[in-house]
C-alpha cells in the first residue's frame, strides 16, 4: 500500500472510498459497502478481495442472530497494517524519543506529554461551537459529540458518532406513563494516528479520555481501544434522559 492509499488530499478513488468507509464504519459488510456507494455486489467483493490481498482490510465475524442459532456474517475492519502505514503518523524515531523522555523525567514526563498532545481539543471544538452558534444554530450536547468528531476525523482519528438509546425500567406506581430512555452515544474511532506508540504507552489513550471527559462535561468510559487488539476505539459518552414518542 502507498501512502497516497489513505491520503485525503488525493482524488478518491472507488478503492479509497471504500477504505475510508470500512476505517470509519466497521465492522462493515460488503452489502453494506454496496448499498452505500450504489456498487454493485460483484464490483465491491472483486475491490474487497484487492484489499485483503494488500493486507488493507482483514475480515471481522459478527454473530448475527438468526432463526434460533447465531450465524457469523462477514464484515471487514482496516488492519494492523493499515493503520501503521498511514501518513501523518510517527515512527520507530518517535518511538525512541519517548523511551528516552521515560527514562530521563520518568512516567510522569509521558503524562505530561500526553495532555499537551491532546490540550488544543477543547480550544479547537469551543472555536467550532462558537462559528455555529454565530450563523444561527443551537448546538446541543449531541451536536457538539459530532463536531468533536468530525475534529478528530480531520486528525486522521476516522471518528464516527453511534448514538444509543437504552430503555429504562418503569416502576409499578408510574404503570402507564411514557416509556423513559437513556440516550447516550459511543465516539468511535476507526483508526489511530498515534497506534504502535499507544500499544506501550496507555497514557495517550488516558489523556484523550479525560480532554473528551472535560468537553462533554461528564465521565465518560472508554470501552475498547485498537491499541488493546479491537477493531475501534470506543468512548461510551451519557448524554441525556429523554422520552420516547
Do not use: N
Amino acid at each position: 500500500m502507498t501512502a497516497q492509499d489513505l491520503d485525503p488530499a488525493v482524488p478518491q478513488t472507488t478503492r479509497d472510498r471504500l477504505v475510508e468507509a470500512i476505517s470509519a464504519h466497521g465492522p462493515i459488510t460488503a452489502r453494506q459497502l454496496a448499498e452505500r456507494f450504489e456498487l454493485t455486489s460483484a464490483a465491491v467483493r472483486r475491490h474487497l478481495a484487492a484489499l485483503e490481498a494488500d493486507e488493507i482490510i482483514t475480515e471481522h465475524e459478527v454473530p448475527v442472530a438468526h432463526r434460533g442459532r447465531g450465524r457469523p456474517s462477514k464484515a471487514f475492519v482496516l488492519s494492523k497494517f493499515a493503520h501503521e502505514d498511514y501518513q501523518g503518523g510517527y515512527d520507530e524515531l518517535a518511538t525512541m524519543a519517548l523511551e528516552e523522555l521515560t527514562r530521563i523525567g520518568g512516567d510522569g514526563a509521558i503524562d505530561r506529554l500526553a495532555d499537551r498532545r491532546v490540550a488544543d481539543w477543547e480550544a479547537r471544538l469551543d472555536q467550532l461551537v462558537s462559528d455555529r452558534e454565530a450563523q444561527g444554530e443551537r448546538v446541543t450536547l449531541s451536536r457538539k459529540v459530532e463536531l468533536l468528531a468530525e475534529l478528530l476525523t480531520s486528525r486522521g482519528y476516522a471518528t464516527t458518532v453511534r448514538p444509543l438509546h437504552v430503555p429504562l425500567p418503569t416502576s409499578s406506581a408510574r404503570a402507564g406513563s411514557a416509556p423513559r430512555t437513556l440516550v447516550t452515544a459511543q465516539l468511535c474511532h476507526g483508526r489511530c494516528p498515534v497506534l504502535d506508540i499507544a500499544e506501550d504507552h496507555p497514557e495517550l489513550c488516558e489523556a484523550e479520555t479525560r480532554v473528551i471527559s472535560r468537553i462533554i462535561g461528564a465521565p465518560v468510559q472508554r470501552l475498547a481501544t485498537l491499541a488493546q487488539g479491537a477493531h475501534a476505539c470506543t468512548t461510551h459518552i451519557p448524554l441525556t434522559e429523554g422520552r420516547t414518542p
